[in-house]
């Protein structure tokens, strides 16, 4: 079984920062992408960024320059690195990962994270 455990989302005032974590842990043999998607109330749910195993990102256009996703792969550990936040920025984050199990690959989620931009 895998489990992603997302940790570090909370409530801040417009123009902070906060750090996202999300740790995959159990049989994993290999990661390829790992990312994080948000949905706000009533609203799709969006990519924000993703990493592959190489190290290319890609960023929605709405965070480009404000998020820096990166990855420990020592750790299994995606993180997400939100600046200069904005009300809009406001939703559920969500981490996932494609994770090979020698068997299968698969796609995992976390559980969510609340993130709360207050004006």
């Known amino acids: 079984q895998v489990q992603l455990v997302e940790s570090g989302g909370g409530l801040v005032q417009a123009g902070g920062s906060l750090r996202l974590s999300c740790a995959a842990s159990?049989?994993?043999?290999?990661?390829?992408?790992m990312g994080w998607y948000r949905q706000a109330p009533g609203k799709q749910r969006e990519l924000v960024a993703v990493?592959?195993?190489?190290?290319?990102?890609n960023y929605a256009d709405s965070v480009k320059e404000r998020f820096t996703i990166s990855r420990d792969n020592a750790k299994n550990t995606v993180y997400l690195h939100l600046d200069s936040l904005k009300p809009e920025d406001t939703a559920v984050y969500y981490c996932?990962?494609?994770?090979?199990?020698?068997?299968?690959?698969?796609?995992?989620w976390g559980q969510g994270t609340q993130v709360t931009v207050s004006s």
């Open positions: 159990g049989s994993i043999f290999s990661i390829n992408a």
């Open positions: 990493i592959r195993s190489g190290g290319n990102t």
């Open positions: 996932y990962a494609n994770i090979f199990d020698r068997a299968v690959s698969r796609q995992y």
